[in-house]
């Protein structure tokens, strides 16, 4: 037998085994990091203890925090879904939050689409929404660091990780302003990622035995021009609305790092600790369990000094748990209950309709 099959996009579908290696990659990464590489700098025992330190009271603000920041979150999804209701926007949040936590990224797109289109979206609008999102969702991202370097010039914090920190995120923000103009003005670049995208949805659709017949080159020309339509009628809710989801987010962090005890550390120093992690984020490859805690605990371990690197550590694995790991099974939960609500409603162009 053939080692490929025919793929209906226009090229070879690659075996399972070849389809499963993004997934063994992140697995043996993930491994790797905590397994190996952070117990060369911490001590879990000495983490966990840490942990325990923090008081109920404490744990309950932190829950409340880490809840409320699911509200400008939502409204990222309100401002590109014109029309839905704020119940809805937390659902898709929290559905897309549990999809991208969980290796392989990518699967959201498909189910955010038939969220939308059950929701009575039409298919361009449901389409054009993954433009919007991601617009807002990424570009607050790298205002962070901006913010973080003027904080930094004020307060007089200057030292070597911090000019670091610093360059690192100006340049990324320059990186991403830059490929942005060229994602607007380049006919070629947008077909490029037309073939990277029908690559990506052959990927997650082979895991389901589905196929796709879709030109996704034509799509991404016209997702390109309604995508940047909808983002300039849309921008002065989304844009803000992501900016203050990763503010919230980062006041999850420094409350963590204020409940196990490092109250010498400067909440700037946290913060822009924070902003470098944000752009980490915002790269697909980067997006793997294991590389926002190295990261955080690296560049918060070097602020603080190595005799705190365990309380470190103590305050980003409670960070990363209630920002990434929660929103796991809160998006399973709303996942089952938009399915239970489309199985209901079948005049809704709904499931198992894909982008």
Known sequence: MPDREPDPVGGIKEPLWKRSLPILGSLVLVGFIFGWLLPQYIDYEAVFRSIQTIEMSEWA?????????????????????????????????????????????????????????????????????TVATWFFVTFPRFVLPVIATGL??????????????????????????????????????????????????????????????????????????????????????????????????????LLAVRFVGLDSVDWIVVFAAFAVVAIVGAIPIFNIPGIAEAVLIGILGA???????????????????????????????????????ASSHPSSEAVGESP
Do not use: C
């Not at 103009?181 to 690559?199: K, T």
């Open 61 to 129: 603000v932190l829950l409340a925090f880490a809840g409320l920041r699911i509200l400008p979150e939502s409204w990222i999804y309100l401002a590109a879904l014109p029309g839905i209701t704020q119940r809805r926007a937390v659902e898709q949040f929290l559905v897309t939050a549990s999809l991208n936590n969980v290796p392989p990224g990518g699967l959201d797109l498909i189910v955010r689409y038939q969220m939308a289109r059950s929701w009575g979206i039409s298919p361009t609008g449901a389409s054009t929404a």
């Open 152 to 253: 930094l010039t004020i307060r007089h914090i200057r030292d070597d990780s911090m000019d670091l920190l610093a360059i690192i995120g100006i340049v990324a923000t320059v990186l991403l302003s830059v490929l942005f103009i060229v994602a607007v003005r380049s006919e070629s670049f947008v077909l490029a990622v037309g073939r990277l995208i029908s690559r990506l949805a052959d990927f997650i659709l082979g895991l389901f035995r589905k196929d796709s017949d879709i030109n996704f080159e034509s799509m991404a020309v016209k997702f390109r021009d309604e995508g940047l339509e909808l983002v300039r009628r849309r921008w002065g809710i989304g844009f803000p609305a992501g900016l203050l989801a990763q503010f919230a987010q980062f006041l999850v962090l």
């Open 303 to 341: 602020a603080v000094g190595g005799g705190a690197t365990d309380e470190v550590a103590a305050a980003v694995f409670v960070f990363r748990i209630l920002t990434w790991l929660l929103p796991i099974p809160l998006g399973g939960i709303a996942y089952s209950r938009w399915r239970t609500w």
